[in-house]
């Protein structure tokens, strides 16, 4: 059989996170509540009503743009785009068509061993074509036997943001929409929740001859909700290409709806052409004008992005590329090391170990915001300072953790008020073994007669007798030489 390469390319609807709608004052992040009740004259289309642009989705917008190299139009242009639906009362979606805000941009996908079939993992660098903002539009659902529309999600504000055919495998595109979640929430412009449908994705798919450079005729996936489903939809399909192509027929540009449910998909119509939308300029909005000033403005505070952070956090800390993913996986956690590696002053790596194996998982259990923990990036730095000082052990540092953020006070205070200071006293040390030896004779005969690997269970019974705080090594030496006499 020809060896095949899939060519994809993704246009996602990003819902901005802004407190009010785009055109109107009614509230844009509560859309779940009761049907029709976060509505007006505005958002429903009524006549003689006038739009007004929401600044705040601007702002979110260049940022965004900014975030993927994209440039921001000094002039853009808001345009009507015509259909007909029950959750459209206008009629048309405010929208913009061939003067969007921001064009071109890109990415650099890493894409992970486990995603790479050679099992090495690579770089996919992906461009951006355009970014438009635009307004959303209602829902219509069936119940009792009935149509309802809810036009609360109108004026809704949306980023639209299409790539170029520039993915080729279902992985990629997987992996296109883990790291706009990871951005978008970066960022901080919105909640990126595929679930919640405040993220969407269509996915562009056709098929060629590996090698070849022609775009053939493709067709398009709706309606997944998750990036799971977006990765099987896009299999499903390339396979079916395939399959159509080697039986010598031809791909129709259908589109196609991703069933949940059934994990199938299904043609849902022939496509419409740009044609039928018959698109004219907004009369009621001013060309959208960004001046220099204002775009400074917006950007002052921009952040380090979030795939620049991991690769910094990789070089600068010399943390393997493992650490430095999951570090950068958000923003709150990636400051919250940064700053207890500047206080500890130590070995970076030793942060990360102990934020990825015991502070991450404090934080998913509780869902905290790493910067608003009681356990602080300083506390958290005092901790490993009284462990490489060998004030503590190991264990209690790591029993620490949870005092710290349950009571808010110093690691050293509660070292002190609670005895927790390492015994590393020789004559303490001794005592505890002589004690733990004679109250177990057995043992001592098995570990004697040969079974040396019991040495483990001794030193453990030492601990506990020390409520974890003996010198682990210490009593090791001691249990040893004791035993063997
Ligand atoms: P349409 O005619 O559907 O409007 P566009 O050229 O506007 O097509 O592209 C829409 C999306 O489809 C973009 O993300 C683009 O990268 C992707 N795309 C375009 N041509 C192809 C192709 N031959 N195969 C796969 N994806 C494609
Ligand atoms: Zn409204
Ligand atoms: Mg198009």
């Known amino acids: 059989m020809a060896e095949y390469e899939a060519v994809i390319g993704l246009e996602t609807h990003i819902q901005l996170n802004t407190h009010s709608k785009i055109f109107c004052s009614c509230k844009a992040d509560s859309w779940e509540d009761p049907a029709n009740t976060n509505i007006c004259p505005v958002c429903?289309?009524?006549?003689?009503?006038?739009?007004?642009?929401?600044?705040?989705?601007?702002?979110?917008?260049?940022?965004?743009?900014e975030a993927m190299h994209a440039q921001v139009q000094p002039i853009s242009y808001f345009d009507r785009k015509n259909y007909f639906y029950p959750d459209l009362p206008k009629g048309y979606q405010i929208s913009q068509f061939d003067q969007p805000i921001a064009v071109g941009g890109q990415i650099d996908l890493p894409i992970p061993e486990t995603a790479d079939p050679d099992g090495k993992g690579y770089v996919r660098s992906v461009r951006i074509h355009k970014l438009h903002i635009e307004?959303?539009?209602?829902?219509?659902?069936?119940?009792?036997?009935?149509?309802?529309?809810?036009?609360?999600?109108?004026?809704?504000?949306?980023?639209?943001?299409?790539?170029e055919p520039d993915l080729r495998t279902a992985d990629e595109a997987a992996q296109y929409l883990i790291r706009l979640r990871q951005l978008l929430r970066w960022l901080g412009i919105s909640e990126a929740d595929m679930e919640k449908g405040n993220l969407r994705c269509d996915g562009n798919v056709s098929i060629r001859l590996k090698g070849s450079n022609v775009?053939?005729?493709?067709?398009?996936?709706?309606?997944?909700?998750?990036?799971?489903?977006?990765?099987?939809?896009?299999?499903?399909?390339?396979?079916?290409?395939?399959?159509?192509?080697?039986?010598?027929?031809?791909?129709?540009?259908?589109?196609?709806?991703?069933?949940?449910?059934?994990?199938?998909?299904?043609?849902?119509?022939s496509k419409e052409t740009e044609a039928d939308y018959?698109?004219?300029?907004?009369?009621?909005?001013?060309?959208?004008?960004?001046?220099?000033?204002?775009?400074k403005e917006i950007l002052k505070d921009f952040p380090e992005r979030p795939l620049d952070r991991r690769q910094r956090f990789a070089d600068q800390y010399d943390l393997p590329m493992y650490d430095a993913d999951i570090l950068t996986l958000e923003r709150g956690l990636a400051d919250y090391f940064e700053e207890t590696v500047t206080a500890y002053k130590g070995d970076p790596k030793k942060v990360s170990?102990?934020?990825?194996?015991?502070?991450?998982?404090?934080?998913?259990?509780?869902?905290?915001?790493?910067?608003?923990?009681?356990?602080?990036?300083?506390?958290?730095?005092?901790?490993?300072?009284?462990?490489?000082?060998?004030?503590?052990?190991?264990?209690?540092?790591?029993?620490?953790?949870?005092?710290?953020?349950?009571?808010?006070?110093a690691p050293a205070q509660i070292v002190d008020e609670q005895e927790l200071a390492q015994v590393t006293d020789d004559v303490q040390i001794r005592e505890m073994c002589l004690k733990i030896i004679a109250a177990n004779p057995e043992e001592a005969d098995d570990f004697r007669?040969?079974?040396?690997?019991?040495?483990?269970?001794?030193?453990?019974?030492?601990?506990?007798?020390?409520?974890?705080?003996?010198?682990?090594?210490?009593?090791?030496?001691v249990l040893f030489e004791l035993l063997k006499k």
């Open 353 to 409: 170990n102990w934020l990825m194996n015991d502070v991450l998982r404090m934080i998913n259990d509780d869902h905290l915001e790493p910067l608003e923990m009681r356990l602080t990036p300083v506390f958290l730095s005092e901790i490993l300072q009284l462990v490489d000082s060998a004030t503590i052990n190991i264990t209690t540092g790591k029993n620490l953790l949870e005092i710290v953020q349950d009571t808010g006070k």
């Open 278 to 295: 018959r698109y004219f300029r907004e009369p009621d909005l001013l060309p959208l004008r960004v001046s220099s000033d204002w775009k």
């Open 135 to 163: 307004e959303d539009a209602g829902k219509t659902k069936n119940a009792r036997n009935q149509r309802l529309v809810d036009f609360n999600r109108c004026g809704v504000p949306l980023v639209e943001m299409v790539t």
């Open 449 to 477: 007669g040969g079974k040396e690997s019991l040495i483990g269970w001794f030193v453990g019974q030492v601990m506990r007798e020390s409520r974890g705080k003996a010198d682990a090594k210490m009593a090791k030496d």
């Open 44 to 65: 429903t289309g009524l006549p003689g009503v006038l739009p007004v642009l929401n600044e705040r989705v601007v702002e979110k917008a260049i940022l965004l743009a």
């Open 215 to 269: 775009l053939n005729q493709k067709t398009e996936i709706k309606n997944v909700n998750s990036i799971d489903s977006l990765r099987d939809a896009i299999r499903k399909e390339i396979d079916r290409q395939i399959r159509e192509v080697e039986k010598g027929n031809e791909i129709h540009p259908w589109t196609l709806d991703w069933d949940e449910d059934t994990g199938e998909l299904r043609k849902m119509r």
